[in-house]
């Protein structure tokens, strides 16, 4: 099944600012992390009901190697992407999201 996949203004901008964050290291690891990113988004599309629930409807598909995490919802033939967010973030910035 093919499954639609909406993300926010908040959502893309979760996602520029971990890539500025890790340019500013060095180009190479932002890259590596848009890769991982790009491929755990693609994990999601194909599989969406494989991650784990984590808060009442939101499943959260953490990368392998940054510490981060991709929340989102499933529902029907829609994912929609909450957030890109750290995993030592105060969840309460992510839940306002819903």
Do not use: C
Not at 6 to 30: C, F, V
Not at 67 to 85: M, N, R, S
């Amino acid at each position: 099944m093919t499954y639609k996949i909406i993300t926010s203004s908040k959502t893309e901008s979760d996602i520029e600012n971990a890539i500025r964050w890790y340019m500013d290291i060095g180009r190479d690891l932002a890259r590596s992390f848009l890769l991982e990113l790009r491929a755990a988004i693609k994990y999601i599309h194909l599989n969406p009901e494989k991650t784990q629930i984590r808060y009442h409807v939101v499943r959260i598909a953490l990368l392998k190697k940054f510490p981060y995490g991709i929340h989102y919802k499933f529902e029907k033939d829609t994912i929609t992407i909450l957030g890109v967010f750290h995993t030592s973030q105060n969840p309460e910035r992510w839940k306002k999201r819903k």
